[in-house]
Nanobody
């Protein structure tokens, strides 16, 4: 198993930036594709971004493309999500997740391990 703990959430004004982190422990971090998902109150969980084991391939939801950047540091067993130009509609609980498929999936049920989430609130 792998344990995931997110951090870095908070309250920022629209147009601001935040960087989320996801610290992994347990099995080898580099053996997993990683993803970020978010869930706003009253809405379904949605895909945000994903990254392959090596970090060489990244994938983004259209709603965050050009504003968010996913990255990973396998030496530190940590996943990141740099979020710029934040909008009120980005308000949600953000979760990181680990997957051992061949390529990173974009559908949340495919992921095997989840963190507890970190709250991001964007004020207008």
């Amino acid at each position: 198993q792998v344990q995931l703990v997110e951090s870095g959430g908070g309250l920022v004004q629209a147009g601001g930036s935040l960087r989320l982190s996801c610290a992994a422990s347990g099995r080898t971090f580099r053996g997993y594709n990683m993803g970020w998902f978010r869930q706003a109150p009253g809405k379904e969980r949605e895909f945000v971004a994903a990254i392959s084991r090596s970090g060489g391939n990244t994938y983004y939801a259209d709603s965050v493309k050009g504003r968010f950047t996913i990255s990973r540091d396998n030496a530190k067993s940590t996943l990141y999500l740099q979020m710029n130009s934040l909008k009120p509609e980005d308000t949600a609980v953000y979760h990181c997740a680990a997957d051992n498929s061949f390529t990173p999936p974009t559908d949340w049920p495919a992921y095997d391990y989840w963190g507890q989430g970190t709250m991001v609130t964007i004020s207008s």
